[in-house]
């Protein structure tokens, strides 16, 4: 069950939700309005290595931690 980041047009906030199936219906956490945005997170964008947070290859171009560099046993 994937975690998804939505921006909601309503209000302009950012969030996560757990999606269970693709009919489930969702909606702002904020206001309630099902006018939403589904984004695209960093760990959608990997290059297919198991982490894709790091910063460097194998992992990301972009780092989440702002750091750079893969943490122990990544590089």
Known sequence: MPIYEFR???????FETLVRNSREQVVCKHC???????MISA???GNGTSDTACGSPPCSPTPACGGGGCPAGFS
Do not use: F, P, V
């Not at 909601?8 to 950012?14: L, M």
């Not at 309630?32 to 589904?38: A, T």
């Open 32 to 38: 309630g309005s099902s006018e939403l945005q589904k």
């Open 8 to 14: 909601c047009k309503a209000c302009d906030r950012t």
């Open 43 to 45: 760990h959608t964008i």
